[in-house]
């Protein structure tokens, strides 16, 4: 059973910097989408960046374009998401996801109902 474990949240003033991770524990698998995404009080679940594992193809939302770069670390299994310049519309639970079904790529989709395993997120608080 595959799983996602995300961290590196946290609480930061506007202009600063995080790096979130997501460990992915399990089978080892290639060549799939992998995405992040958040979700802020009130609001639907809205993809921000993904990326295609077999080739590094990637989609950014137009809100993080230029601030935030999603890479991977095969050898470790891990996703990470870049966050610089941060805003305070940023502040979300944000989720990593993997589509372990294989049905997209190298283009991957930014819409949660095409994923199929989610970790627990990580909060991320940008204060102004």
């Known amino acids: 059973q595959v799983q996602l474990v995300e961290s590196g949240g946290g609480s930061v003033q506007a202009g600063g910097s995080l790096r979130l991770s997501c460990a992915v524990y399990?089978?080892?698998?290639?060549?799939?989408?992998m995405g992040w995404f958040r979700q802020a009080p009130g609001k639907e679940r809205e993809g921000v960046a993904t990326?295609?594992?077999?080739?590094?193809?990637?989609y950014y939302a137009d809100s993080v374009k230029g601030r935030f770069t999603i890479s991977q670390d095969n050898p470790k299994n891990t996703l990470y998401l870049h966050m610089n310049s941060l805003k305070p519309e940023d502040t979300a639970m944000y989720y990593c996801?993997?589509?372990?079904?294989?049905?997209?790529?190298?283009?991957?989709?930014?819409?949660?109902?095409?994923?199929?395993?989610w970790g627990q997120g990580t909060q991320v608080t940008v204060s102004s």
């Open positions: 996801a993997a589509d372990l079904d294989f049905r997209f790529g190298p283009t991957c989709p930014a819409i949660e109902y095409e994923y199929n395993y």
């Open positions: 399990g089978p080892t698998y290639s060549n799939y989408c």
């Open positions: 990326i295609y594992t077999g080739g590094g193809s990637t």
